[in-house]
């Protein structure tokens, strides 16, 4: 009987083995989630809200958007790093991923060993607001405004390792002052308090911003892009207004957990070639005032070699800037 049932032991896994990819080539059969590190209605959820549709198209499968916030976009990022690599959990995250290494001594995962990149999604440029009854009316009145107010001005981010709390980082090396930060639960509670004068002044993506800037409900001081954004013609640049050194893209990239099968990340390259060639996708980007990743940029080789550049340049000057998450 032993030597019959370890026949049968051993045809069992080699089935099992054969199957695999055949498994991995019939990918997908059921829906697919993407996680989002941060709370729904900010500039992360926006993005990935508008890839999905055309994504979920081209794999025949619906996609389920998944909201999970928390210390930095940490917390999602760390649920995906643990999930099956079966090609069914993904992550869109942005420039957090690169900055939670040196914000975070006791990370949970390894943004390069622990993922599979798919590709990048979108960069989206930043815009410097403030309420509007705020008296700084250019970006040189703000700067010298809150050098003398240091002690008082209020400014706003999402959290630690968010956008808008690195684009403050930035801000406050670039002017060489501290302000008093007043850190919330995601960027829509913070947008919602500043529009209601709770707190003075934030850097957010304009796919957050750009609707409140144009409805007239906050101060614009300038954008974090080289050139004038096209639905903000009045709104200058960061270099025009006063700070020729200061810019900051905030780039956002898809992944899957280590170890998921090549035949699945491939279509799930596919999918996302397809999302942002669609030219929905592009128009809607367009009015939020960015652009969805080019072809060459949404593929894994790119938002892989980004990632570690962007781990590599963030470190030192978040150790410079003492910045690490409690």
């Not at 397809?274 to 367009?286: G, K, L, Q």
């Amino acid at each position: 009987m032993r030597p019959v049932a370890l026949v049968a032991t051993v045809f069992t896994a080699a089935a099992f083995v054969a199957a695999g990819p055949a498994l991995a080539q019939d990918y997908p059969t059921g829906p697919v989630t993407i996680v989002v590190p941060f709370s729904a209605g900010g500039p992360t959820d926006t993005v990935t809200r508008l890839v999905a549709e055309p994504m979920s198209a081209s794999l025949g499968q619906q996609i389920v958007v998944q909201n999970v916030g928390g210390a930095g976009g940490t917390l999602g990022a760390t649920q995906v790093a643990k999930a099956p690599p079966d090609g069914y959990t993904l992550l869109l995250h942005h420039i957090g991923m690169s900055t939670a290494p040196s914000l975070y001594p006791d990370l949970a995962f390894d943004p390069v060993k622990d993922f599979a990149p798919i590709g990048l999604v979108a960069s989206v440029p930043m815009t410097i607001i403030a309420r509007k009854d705020f008296p700084p009316n250019t970006l040189q009145e703000l700067i010298a405004y809150v050098k003398e107010n240091a002690d008082t001005v209020t400014y706003a981010n999402a959290g630690i390792g968010a956008a808008s709390h690195l684009c403050g980082m930035l801000f406050m090396a670039a002017i060489d002052t501290e302000l008093v930060t007043v850190p919330y639960q995601g960027t829509g509670p913070a947008m919602t308090d500043l529009i209601g004068g709770q707190v003075d002044f934030m850097c957010d993506q304009t796919t957050n911003t750009t609707g409140q800037i144009l409805g007239g409900e906050v101060k614009a001081y300038a954008v974090t892009s080289p050139e004038r954004l096209a639905n903000l013609p009045d709104v200058p640049t960061t270099a025009e207004a006063g700070l020729p050194d200061f810019a900051l893209g905030v780039w956002h990239g898809l992944y899957a957990p280590a170890g998921t099968p090549q035949a699945a990340l491939d279509k799930l390259e596919t999918a996302l070639q397809a999302a942002v060639a669609d030219p929905t996708v592009a128009e809607r980007f367009a009015e939020l005032g960015t652009a969805p990743a080019t072809a060459e940029e949404a593929t894994p080789a790119a938002l892989g070699k980004l990632l570690t550049e962007q781990i590599a340049l963030w470190k030192p000057l978040i150790e410079a800037a003492g910045a690490k998450a409690q």
